[in-house]
């Protein structure tokens, strides 16, 4: 199993570009999770998914979007990138119930100029 | 809705020294509490879990928990600490069922010789 896949590591966006971080898990896993990780912040959750075609704000929505088409997939789209954003994202997965363990990707650090 | 803290931000620890993380939540109910380690440039890594049971739980790295209702605390602890322990600690809870898990702002342990 590769777990959970994040791509690109790293990316450098202008202000007003937009992106899409993938993410992809290969354990079957309903739950899925984006958060941000900023100096002295910990993680902040953007938005999370319960199952394909459900997904559900988290601390930190502005200015991100996702989706659930698949069990596999779940991508956060950046629609209009703002320094603010500059920060090192995490998807994450796990099986339903909240006693699981969640499992994270490594990662993608976003630097917008 | 619930919360985590973690009160202290960095803490310095000398090789073989004993150490303690503190971690306070707030929740009606009991939650479920996790720690994660983040090595430097790392994703997030389970080290133990508490739904129910025995209050002190053995977790991996030789790290344990000890659950205190009475105090909100879950704090992670460890008798001897190796110099490949330096990194980031974080602490997380969680409602259950399809609820987000949510962390605290993370502990930096940094191991001195």
């Known amino acids: 199993n590769a777990g959970v896949t994040q791509t690109p590591k790293f990316q450098v966006l202008k202000t007003g570009q937009s992106m899409t971080l993938q993410c992809a898990q290969d354990m079957n896993h309903e739950y899925m999770s984006w958060y941000r990780q900023d100096p002295g912040m910990g993680l902040r959750l953007i938005h999370y998914s319960v199952g394909a075609g459900i997904t559900d704000q988290g601390e930190v929505p502005n200015g991100y979007n996702v989706s659930r088409s698949t069990t596999e997939d779940f991508p956060l789209r950046l629609l209009s990138a703002a320094p603010s954003q500059t920060s090192v994202y995490f998807c994450?997965?796990?099986?339903?119930?909240?006693?699981?363990?969640?499992?994270f990707g490594p990662g993608t650090r976003l630097t917008v100029l | 809705a619930q919360s985590v803290t973690q009160p202290d931000i960095h803490i310095t620890v000398s090789e073989g020294a004993s150490l303690e993380l503190r971690c306070n939540y707030s929740y009606g109910a009991t939650p479920y509490l996790f720690w994660y380690v983040q090595s430097p440039g790392q994703g997030l890594q389970l080290l133990l879990k508490?739904?129910?049971?025995?209050?002190l739980v053995q977790g991996i790295k030789g790290f344990e928990a000890e659950f205190k209702r009475s105090q909100s605390s879950f704090n992670l602890r460890k008798p001897s600490v190796h110099w490949s322990d330096a990194a980031e600690y974080f602490c997380?809870?969680?409602?259950?069922?399809?609820?987000?898990?949510?962390f605290g702002k993370g502990t930096r342990l940094s191991v001195i010789a």
């Open positions: 997380a809870v969680s409602r259950g069922g399809n609820t987000p898990l949510v």
């Open positions: 994450a997965s796990r099986r339903d119930l909240g006693w699981n363990e969640q499992f």
């Open positions: 508490y739904f129910s049971g025995d209050t």
